[in-house]
């Protein structure tokens, strides 16, 4: 049998686009002793993965040119030599971008369907609900009462984050780039203010008039000029949690900004780069936490489906102009 | 009596100079029930005080134009009408800069000269020795074998962190402006690597070269060109204590600098603005622990000082130029 795959044919200098990708056709291999056969139902396409496209070191090893792009992924068993699953069973991994993957078993996670639909294991039930969960309440540590900012606040985390904001009595002011983003968020999410940054003029103003007593808690999944903003707004004691950076991600060398450190030091603030794999004994904690707000109806949850295999690179480019609203998810059609 | 003061003449932009100091001639008022009248001995000049000089809201209020400067000081006690202290004790206050002064009782330390010479209570017992302390015990966290890099390194603060990150058993690098400073930083207090920056025409190189394995601590005393270089140095799960940015405080507006945010967020690293007051309560723990050290011959000291009430703006100013080695004090002549 012959399956279809995406690599990467090269890397990228500044913004990716189609040609860093090629699809190829190769036969499946055999598959061993505790190996699965997946097939992929759906792919989550992230920030993070134009990171893995550089050959530099980062917190994730880099993709090899000629080697397929992978991400996290939705899949149903299809065959297997591994007592852990049968036929059938609906499992969670991190996966080549192709049609069949065969895995050892060892690498993949069962999920509960009864729970929730098996895509929210891409999102808030996932890494991006886990990020926004631990990195809100263990970094930023909210207070009843408090100002938080979020930005990217339309997308896979920003929603979930700004939505535990309010759960935790604070005001939530929300950073994306449509209008039609921003009235979701204020309409359906709850969001208290909502600043359209492409539309915005005048940044600095817009915060000041949307966080009345400034800053305690920004939630960056964003960067660039947006963070110098509202960095300039920060109180005392705020927490930065840094988690996104995507509006510099496709940058081939640093870009400069204002010096913001005095501002730090004075204020007695803190930032904390944060990656999720440094939560990973407590992920269960947050999966119930999120699962029992879901149920209970004080967290509401989008996605951004897209389908075919064939939309994988278009859809993770889509990312870089902001063109999901909660998380964007590829879905397989039948192969 | 008459006395002599220094008020704030005007808030300077940018680079203060002598114009904004102005010597002037007073009575000195009556002393009240539970005051003392105090001489002061030695007067501490510390950069925190340039912030102090700006109108804007800090960690600390502004001084007024037209009154007083002041800053810690150790003065004797001449005249009482407090229960608390009797003429001839030693007491450690927020002083205006004045060659007497009248103080509540309330609003002072007694010290223990048995322990330790009087001037140390402004230096290394005193907020330079336990911001050293604090800063890098509890925000840096060092562990053995790890790299601590520390801006101002001959500073009354760095020479405290680097003698500390030794103990601790790191490899130290400091960082500092003459020659002679980095001579003594290696021979006199063990530091491993110096790192001359006025002298150094490729600093991150030299940085690199010093720091084999990164930067796993960064001590910042400076900030600016200093700290963009250490930073893009920095490592895996690096702490950033956030102690000072003496070369930002004479700027009018933000300098532009390269935005790292990105290289925290990857190296999931921390940056942790810091004020000494937040130890407050846990101050004698870290006076118990540099006493003890300094008694061991673990820990050593060196102070500058510079003699005469009329150089305090001087000396003050001479902070920015990196006029000083160890703590910078000015000491009373017999007015």
Known sequence: MNIRQIVLAGRPEGMPDVSHFRFEEIPLPEMKED???LKPLFFSVDPYIRGRMNAGKSYISPFEVNAPIQSGAIAEVVETRSSRFKKGDKVL???PWATRAILPASVLSSI???LAPASYYLGILGMPGLTAYFGLIDIGKPQEGETLVVSGAAGAVGLVVGQLGKIKGCRVVGIAGTEEKCILLKKEF???EVINYKKETDLPKALKAACPNGVNMYFDNIGGEISDAVLAQIQFNARVVLCGQISLYNQSSMSNGPRFLPLILTRS???QGFIISN??????EGIQYLAKSLKEGRLKYTETHIAGFDKLPEAFLGLFSGQNE????VVMEEE
Chains 1, 2 share one sequence.
């Open 35 to 37: 190996e699965v056969t």
């Open 93 to 95: 991994g991190m996966l």
């Open 112 to 114: 509960d369907t009864r």
């Open 190 to 192: 709850g969001f208290d």
């Open 269 to 271: 603030a803190l930032i």
């Open 279 to 284: 939560y990973k004994e407590r992920y269960p």
């Open 326 to 329: 909660g998380k964007m998810l």
